[in-house]
């Protein structure tokens, strides 16, 4: 099974900054990344597909980068809205795989 | 835009089976793999298995040999049966669409709470 690890666990940052969340695979998964975007009470929203590809209704302040086994979502001048958990999934093999959350909170 | 909805019961027994239902709407079954996701409260997400609209699955092996996953095209829904439950089975259970060329989850149930308990 492919593990993927989310890093840091809490990300605590002040709205208006610049944060920026990473995931790691245990293998190679191309480019076959996406992450998803918690609310409290709510289910997972796709966010990022593709490794860099925005999902519809996310504006471009959320951006994503990586390849391999490295990477990376920044959210540039955070909103109110943006607290929440992250989740990395990768779908390059069965079974696929989520990292644990990076949760981003208000410093 | 497709919506999708989880329905099923709430509380179950351990040892028991667990029978949810996931009816798409707004949208055509075909075409697309049917997923189903869980969330033990407070933590991450597990994903459990899908079933391609053409009756094709593929499960979790860390449930293998305890779950069912099927679809029934003609009334737009699909269906997980998981049995010989556990606590460790209680979860919020998502059921979730993938596309046919990438597996990353596009659309989401809004997640049905399973507890098991005596």
């Known amino acids: 099974e492919t593990v993927m690890t989310q890093s840091p666990a809490t990300l605590s940052v002040s709205p208006g900054e610049r944060a920026t969340l990473s995931c790691r695979a245990s293998?190679?998964?191309?480019?076959?990344l996406a992450w998803y975007q918690q609310r409290p009470g709510q289910a997972p929203r796709l966010l990022i597909y593709g490794t860099s590809t925005r999902a519809t209704g996310f504006p471009a302040r959320f951006s994503a980068t990586g390849s391999g086994t490295e990477f990376t979502l920044s959210i540039d001048s955070l909103q109110a809205e943006d607290f929440a958990i992250y989740y990395c999934?990768?779908?390059?093999?069965?079974?696929?795989?989520f990292g644990q959350g990076t949760k981003l909170v208000i410093k | 835009q497709v919506q999708l909805q989880e329905s099923g019961p709430g509380l179950v027994k351990p040892s028991e089976t667990l029978s949810l239902t996931c009816t798409v709407s707004g949208g055509s079954i075909s075409d697309y793999y049917w997923n189903w996701i869980r969330q033990p409260p407070g933590k991450g997400l597990e994903w459990i298995g899908y079933?391609?609209?053409?009756?094709?699955?593929y499960y979790n092996p860390s449930l293998r040999g305890r779950l069912t996953i099927s679809v029934d095209t003609s009334n737009n829904q699909f269906s997980l049966n998981l049995n010989s439950l556990t606590a460790a089975d209680t979860a919020v259970y998502y059921c979730?669409?993938?596309?046919?060329?990438?597996?990353?989850?596009?659309?989401w149930g809004q997640g049905s709470l399973v507890t098991v308990s005596s």
């Open positions: 293998q190679r998964i191309s480019n076959n």
């Open positions: 999934q990768q779908y390059n093999f069965w079974p696929y795989t």
């Open positions: 079933v391609y609209y053409s009756g094709t699955t």
């Open positions: 979730a669409r993938g596309q046919r060329w990438e597996q990353y989850f596009d659309s």
